[in-house]
């Protein structure tokens, strides 16, 4: 069974909302993709949209209405405080969060903070990368539960979450 069909999803920074197209066509009765054009920094062209889906040209941060499923694809690691986005993704999230990014090997629950260029040759603003035990820890503070990895390799890791049903201690008082 499709995880979207019936329900409406959000592709938080998108870029093409290939995403949303493929929830789409697997039954979503809505796909939003959400970009605020930060793309243009790495270079690339400008993207070609995809048939019914939605587009809103914003950062992810100013939009504020829940989803059943919320893509969040290759986005984490370019954000300056993981923390304060993953509780913003945590109330866009109704019933599923789908998350992909990339990360490093380790035992321990840490991310990884470059400096600009550092964590990218191209793209001066990939900040951070977590070990898988780190992207688990961070879901689960910021009020996710039941993470399961879904798929591991390249160097990508994409997992699959549902909101917890209380709230963690502090959720949304630190800046």
């Not at 959400?34 to 048939?51: C, M, V």
């Not at 990939?126 to 390799?153: N, Y």
């Not at 209380?166 to 959720?171: D, M, Q, R, T």
Request: glycine share 10%; charged share 25%.
């Amino acid at each position: 069974k499709k995880i979207s069909n019936g329900k409406v999803v959000v592709d938080l920074g998108g870029y093409d909302g290939k995403q949303a197209k493929v929830a789409l066509d697997a039954g979503a009765t809505k796909a939003i993709c959400i970009d605020d054009g930060s793309w243009r920094t790495y270079g690339w062209g400008e993207p070609k949209q995809q048939k019914d889906v939605e587009y809103i040209d914003m950062n992810f941060g100013d939009y504020h209405t829940p989803a059943d499923i919320v893509i969040f694809q290759n986005v984490i690691y370019h954000q300056r405080n993981p923390w304060a986005v993953m509780e913003h993704v945590r109330k866009l999230t109704k019933e599923v969060l789908l998350l992909c990014t990339s990360y490093i090997e380790g035992e321990n629950p840490v991310w990884m903070v470059y400096k600009p260029r550092e964590g990218h040759s191209i793209s001066w603003t990939v900040a951070w990368r977590p070990t898988e035990l780190g992207l688990i820890k961070l879901l689960e503070a910021t009020g996710f539960k039941d993470v399961e990895v879904l798929k591991k390799d390249e160097g990508h890791i994409v997992v699959k979450a549902t909101p917890a049903d209380e709230l963690p201690i502090g959720f949304g008082e630190r800046t």
